[in-house]
């Protein structure tokens, strides 16, 4: 099997950004380290804040004013695709590429592929019989209105050299692939017309209309029902099977995660807590935040009537005035004083491929 | 299976292909809804259609045809002939001018033996439809070919004894085109001014909006006068023409760019937006093609509603005599000759021009607001 073949598609290392506001610096990545392998899911889980969604962006080199990449790098280990001309590779750092250059705006959507949050606000709602001016100087070309289908068809031209017609029918399979109904009648609906689960299985279609070699899917069902969420991840699995295409889901579901991903990375302020295969790190969490956060998912028929569902203590820290010491300490029930306000945590490897970084697993 | 199929596709009957309830469609749906608004529509088509395409059919005579009708009142038609007898077919007198020696004024006395019946498309002045087709048909008058002295003047002539009616209508080309073609131009300049000033932020919208304060800061009249004393006086009328449309566009963009940028400034926040350029979508297509759109409706609106200002400015110039001048005609010019105080007392009928110039103007407001109710479709009204 390719399980001893896992080679690596993009590696971060030791990624820090920051957003300088008025009243003052936040670290929103906080020396951030991890691979995503080909063909492989990576979960991302944490809360609201802590950095994951940030992460994605600087993968895209995307990070929004005032926020900027202060140090690491992201390797990308590129494939470039040709037809009939031998497998090129190329190792690219997305942190050194330039924002607006050609370079990133081929990966972007090209070579990773991108699935939003929010499904009902991810597509451009009027597109309308283009005006004389847009089309004057709009860089392409293309299609008169904007439906659906030409969302994803401008994709596809974008990056690959295919008539109108070619990009429309690309447009209708990927639809049909996506288990949209009547893809060909869809094609021609504006967003407005579409269900919350239709317009995310388009955005799923547009991320996968170029066959990316990596998918980030930034909390792509937390805005749907469950059941819709179930087809939509059947989706995901599906198309990564077919394309062998690798997923970096990011996410606060932990129900999700455990059935998606076979490695997942948890996440604190800005830093990986914990790091290993998903088994390990469902049965046996090593950071006391990943035990948190696990205690903290109702189970049906586990609790007794009244009991109180477990929550994590405390609130997260101001980002302005971080902990000393290990980040988590004030909400910790594992709480050593002396060392953990004091001491920093390293990332390190607590059973074979299982990483933590908290003092418990230190020697003192 | 493959039996089964077969069998569900024959008997199916064939679907209407579903169409999309588009955006506009449904802006349409709403917008004839409208009467007020579908009137003012109607109007601006018809008085487009007539005075930019074929005045020269309209009208009776060639717009320099001058005649002895000097200063001649409106011709009066006639339905009843000098015996009493009711005809349908409308016709005038033949005049003979005289001058009062009292009031020292010229006047024109109908000759009632002379009758001349007036038909529809008659012969008259040779004109080439839509600068094409070369023609001497006219939509009404006396025909010329055998009566070549005589005149219809449904609005008096001026003092060079033109037909005014015909005036107005050439004089409305004019003036409508530089309202239509100076509001594209105010389009152009502020949108892609409003744009890029949302979109970049920074210096650039710095730049930007300096720029529209420092010329939304000029008073109006003073700054035309010096754009238009600047124009060259040995240019020709037309060259004018388009030199004064641009400096009305110029000194009007600053407000719809702004209003453009504080749409993109929210605009541009949006998840779409991210999500285009996540797939790929440089700066340029971002900024037209994704956020473009989402102003548009609002852009129609302000354009359709200040239009009548860019007429109505067209027309102050000419009037003060900074704008186009003689030999081109325009409402503006037309008003000028009738702008003194002799002129108001012996060719009242000049001022004909001002319900043509207040029409229109209503027409345009009539539309705008009704454009302004239906581009939001989905509004409670």
């Known amino acids: 099997m390719s399980e001893q073949l896992s080679e690596p598609l993009l590696e971060v290392k030791d990624l820090h950004v920051e957003f300088d506001v008025r009243a003052g610096i936040v670290k929103a990545v906080d020396g951030l380290t991890m691979t995503i392998n080909r063909g492989k899911t990576l979960g991302v889980i944490g809360e609201s804040g802590c950095g994951k969604s940030v992460t994605a962006r600087a993968i895209l080199n995307m990070i929004p004013k005032p926020g900027k990449i202060t140090q690491g790098e992201i390797i990308y280990h590129r494939r470039l695709r040709r037809q009939g001309s031998p497998q090129l590779d190329d190792i690219v750092d997305l942190v050194k590429t330039d924002p607006d ?38 860089l392409h070309h293309l299609t008169p209105v904007r439906k659906v289908g030409d969302q994803i068809a401008e994709q596809v031209m974008a990056h690959r050299a295919v008539t109108k017609e070619e990009a429309r029918a690309i447009a209708i399979d990927m639809l049909h692939r996506v288990g949209i109904p009547k893809p060909g009648e869809r094609v021609d609906s504006f967003p407005h017309q579409l269900s919350g689960g239709q317009r995310q299985r388009v955005m799923i279609a547009v991320a996968l209309s170029c066959e990316p070699a990596l998918l980030i899917a930034d909390e792509p069902t937390t805005a749907l029902d469950v059941s819709i ?26 129900g999700v995660i ?6 997942i990375v948890v996440m604190y302020m800005g830093k990986v807590v914990e790091q290993g295969k998903v088994v390990e790190i469902f049965r046996d969490p090593k950071h006391p935040y990943t035990q948190a956060l696990l205690k903290s998912i109702p189970q049906l028929g586990k609790k007794k009537a009244g009991e109180r569902l477990a929550s994590i203590s405390g609130m997260t820290p101001d980002p302005f005035n971080l902990p000393t010491g290990c980040v988590f300490h004030p909400r910790c029930p594992m709480f050593m004083a002396g060392r953990c306000d004091k001491i920093h945590p390293t990332f390190k490897e607590v059973s074979k491929d299982h990483y933590a970084s908290c003092l418990l697993y230190e020697e003192a | 299976m493959a039996v089964a199929e077969q069998v569900v596709k024959t008997t199916t009957p064939p679907k209407q292909k579903q169409v999309g309830q588009s955006y506009w469609s449904l802006v349409w749906w709403k917008f004839k809804r409208n009467r007020v608004a579908v009137v003012g529509g109607i109007i601006l088509l018809t008085f487009y259609f007539s005075f930019v395409f074929i005045p020269e059919f309209l009208s009776p005579y060639a717009l320099n045809n001058s005649s002895d009708y000097t200063e001649a009142g409106p011709t009066r038609l006639h339905f009843v002939t000098p015996d009493g007898k009711f005809q ?36 008259g002045d040779p004109y080439k439809l839509f600068g094409l087709i070369p023609t001497d048909i006219h939509l009404y008058g006396v025909d010329q070919a055998t009566n070549p002295d005589v005149r219809v003047l449904i609005m008096g002539a001026d003092a060079l004894g033109r037909d005014w009616f015909t005036r107005i209508m050439y004089g409305g080309r ?6 239509l073609i100076g509001q594209i131009m105010t389009l152009l300049f502020g949108t892609v001014m409003g744009v890029m000033s949302g979109y970049y932020g920074g210096w650039v919208d710095m730049v930007i909006q300096r720029t529209t304060e420092f010329l939304g800061a000029f008073p109006d009249i003073p700054l035309f006068m010096a754009l238009a004393a600047a124009i060259p006086s040995f240019w020709s009328p037309l060259a004018v023409y388009f030199m004064l449309t641009l400096i009305l566009s110029f000194v009007r963009w600053g407000g719809l760019a ?29 900024m037209f093609r994704h956020l473009l759109p989402g102003t548009m409706s609002h852009v129609v609106v302000i354009a359709t509603l200040s239009i009548p200002g860019m007429i109505l400015a067209e027309t102050a110039l000419s009037w003060l005599g900074l704008g186009l001048r003689p030999p081109l005609t325009s409402w503006g010019v037309l008003l000028q000759d009738a702008a003194t105080v002799r002129a108001i007392h012996n060719t009242p009928w000049e ?27 989905y509004g409670s009204r």
């Open chain 1, 101 to 138: 250059g050609t370079i990133i705006r081929q990966i972007r959507g090209g070579e990773i592929g991108m699935i939003f949050q929010e499904p009902m606000s991810s597509l451009t709602p009027v597109y309308t019989a283009g005006t004389h001016i847009n089309e004057a100087v709009s």
């Open chain 1, 229 to 254: 969420e179930a087809q939509i991840l059947d989706i995901m699995r599906d198309l990564q099977q077919s394309a062998n295409m690798a997923i970096m889901f990011i996410t606060h579901n932990l």
């Open chain 1, 258 to 263: 455990a059935s998606m991903a076979e490695e």
């Open chain 2, 88 to 123: 349908l077919r409308p016709f005038v007198y033949g005049v003979e001018k005289k001058i009062d020696f009292t009031t020292r004024k010229r006047i024109f006395i109908e000759d009632t033996t002379k009758i001349y019946p007036i038909h529809f498309f008659v012969h």
């Open chain 2, 174 to 179: 004019l003036s409508l085109l530089i309202g």
């Open chain 2, 258 to 286: 702004r209003q453009v940028r504080g749409m993109i400034l929210s605009l541009r926040e949006r998840e779409y937006v991210l999500a285009a350029k996540s797939a790929g979508a440089n700066d340029n297509r971002l």
């Open chain 2, 351 to 377: 001022l004909w021009t001002v319900p043509f110039i207040l029409v229109t103007i209503l027409a345009y407001n009539m539309l705008g607001d009704g454009l302004r109710d239906a581009l939001d479709p």
